[in-house]
């Protein structure tokens, strides 16, 4: 293997924070959905080879940009339970923003993880 694939921290130069979602429930009974700082961690900020596109959805016209961020191995990322699902429990504010995460991939040793994200015009 070459020594140029390792990830090197100079890369990392982009800093992302990590926000879970979670659900409680209010003084009514009512199940409510918040976000939680899980960390904030550096990240590289990788080209997806899409600039996004558009669909119209029931007479609406709908946006959605993705982007991907390799980032190094974290445990509190939780990536080896096969219970939690990335798309459910994980959201990445960047940019003023917070996108959705599609999939998270660990690309092996010393080469961190791939987070695939993705927002829409219409997520607040």
Excluded: H
């Amino acid at each position: 293997m070459a020594k140029d694939e390792f990830l090197k921290a100079g890369e990392l130069d982009t800093p992302i924070d990590v926000y879970t979602n979670t659900s409680t429930q209010n003084d009514f009974g009512e199940i409510t959905k918040s976000k939680s700082l899980l960390k904030t961690i550096w990240a590289k900020l990788m080209l997806t080879g899409t600039k996004g596109n558009e669909k119209t959805e029931d007479d609406t016209i709908r946006a959605e940009s993705k982007v991907n961020f390799l980032v190094r191995y974290d445990t509190d990322l939780q990536m080896n339970s096969s219970s939690i699902s990335p798309e459910d429990y994980f959201q990445i504010l960047y940019e003023s923003k917070y996108w959705n995460v599609s999939s998270m991939e660990t690309l092996g040793r010393g080469k961190g993880i791939l987070i695939r994200c993705y927002i829409t015009d219409n997520t607040f």
